[in-house]
């Protein structure tokens, strides 16, 4: 079945530490994957995507890697900052004609940047 | 440009009732997914709509429908409410069916079942 686990459920970094957050899906037809930001109260907002094409991708302070073999992709945050703090959600989606746009959501992990 | 908007924001229903939510999507988009999102989860598919037709659906019960307008605006509608469908109802929208396309989500209905 369509699964998406996420590690590790909360993370508690100091300001200017990097944080990393691990996902692994079970559907190996999945070709793109999405990193939600949700902060309290808030709506998930995308932060950074990665195809299936593509194994790494680079935006600021945020890169997410892709391994299609071992079917993970990970969120790093570079020099972490107070505004960080908030729940983040990986997702995959599955490719081919019968799919619509479904997300398979991971359980999000909670960050929390101290000062 | 408004981006996607939902109402109500928050709504308190008994059981055994009946709910509508509605969603407005962003302009150029003509694709609504709905979502279930309870509290310390995350988001759980329930269906989508694209040409006014459901497209994809989620493991969800029948007591759960929804409907898309010309408009591109779409509702949920639950019916025979439980208090297990507490949760935060989000709509996303997105330019085309699935591919590559990018959803963005609405901010959701609260919904608390007594």
């Known amino acids: 079945g369509e699964n998406v686990e996420q590690h590790p459920s909360t993370l508690s970094v100091q300001e200017g530490d990097s944080a990393v957050i691990k996902c692994t899906y079970s559907?190996?037809?999945?070709?793109?994957f999405p990193w939600y930001k949700q902060e309290l109260g808030k709506r998930p907002q995308l932060i950074i995507d990665?195809?299936?094409?593509?194994g790494e991708k680079k935006d600021q302070r945020i890169a997410v890697t892709l391994n299609k073999t071992a079917k993970h992709f990970s969120l790093h945050i570079t020099e972490t900052q107070p505004e960080d703090s908030a729940v983040y959600f990986c997702a995959a989606r599955r490719r081919g004609s019968s799919n619509t746009g479904k997300l398979i959501f991971g359980q999000g992990t909670t960050l929390q940047v101290k000062p | 440009d408004a981006g996607v908007t939902q109402s109500p924001t928050h709504l308190i229903k008994t059981r055994g009732q009946q709910v509508t939510l509605r969603c407005s999507p962003k302009s150029g988009h003509d694709t609504v997914s709905w979502y279930q999102q309870a509290l310390g989860q995350g988001p759980q598919f329930i269906f989508q709509y694209y040409e006014e037709e459901e497209r994809q659906r989620g493991n969800f019960p029948d007591r759960f429908s929804g409907h898309q307008f010309p408009n591109y605006s779409s509702e949920l509608n639950v019916n025979a409410l439980l208090l297990g469908d507490s949760a935060l109802y989000l709509c996303?929208?997105?330019?085309?069916?699935?591919?590559?396309?990018?959803?963005?989500f609405g901010p959701g209905t609260r919904l608390l079942v007594l």
């Open positions: 559907d190996s037809a999945s070709n793109y």
């Open positions: 990665i195809r299936s094409n593509v």
């Open positions: 996303a929208s997105s330019p085309g069916q699935g591919g590559w396309k990018t959803q963005y």
